[in-house]
């Protein structure tokens, strides 16, 4: 079973940047975006952006400035580049596909395997920053 895998995440300190990963291990994706969702303790998930397949972005308006979205077809990666980070930004992110959950392809290349299914959302990863 394919499973979405996010990294980079850290602790920086405020006015800083970090650049997270999301992807699934080995495959690319052939029909599916990606969404990038963020929760800090005791808040509501929040939708931070997204990058459809054909390569349309999407941003929370309160992040569009700050906050960059892109994709590497080669091995489909997409990742979501954070810039002047702020205290407020501290949170899990997490990313799923796009399309509400609907089902996704993802081929390995150097196999020819593929994967047609729903596919789980990764763990997250942590990013805090420190005022």
């Known amino acids: 079973q394919v499973q979405l895998v996010e990294s980079g995440g850290g602790l920086v300190e405020s006015g800083g940047s970090l650049k997270l990963s999301c992807g699934v291990p080995?495959?690319?994706?052939?029909?599916?975006?990606i969404e990038w969702f963020r929760q800090s303790a005791g808040e509501q998930r929040e939708f931070v952006a997204s990058?459809?397949?054909?390569?349309?972005?999407t941003y929370a308006d309160s992040l569009k400035e700050r906050f960059a979205v892109s994709e590497d077809r080669d091995n489909g990666t997409v990742y979501l580049e954070m810039n002047n980070l702020r205290p407020e930004d501290t949170a899990m992110y997490s990313c799923?596909?796009?399309?509400?959950?609907?089902?996704?392809?993802?081929?390995?290349?150097?196999?020819?395997?593929?994967?047609?299914?729903?596919?789980?959302w990764g763990h997250g990863t942590q990013v805090t920053v420190s005022s």
């Open positions: 799923q596909t796009d399309g509400g959950g609907r089902r996704c392809t993802y081929c390995n290349p150097e196999t020819y395997t593929c994967h047609t299914g729903r596919v789980p």
């Open positions: 080995g495959f690319v994706p052939k029909n599916c975006g």
């Open positions: 990058i459809s397949f054909d390569g349309a972005t």
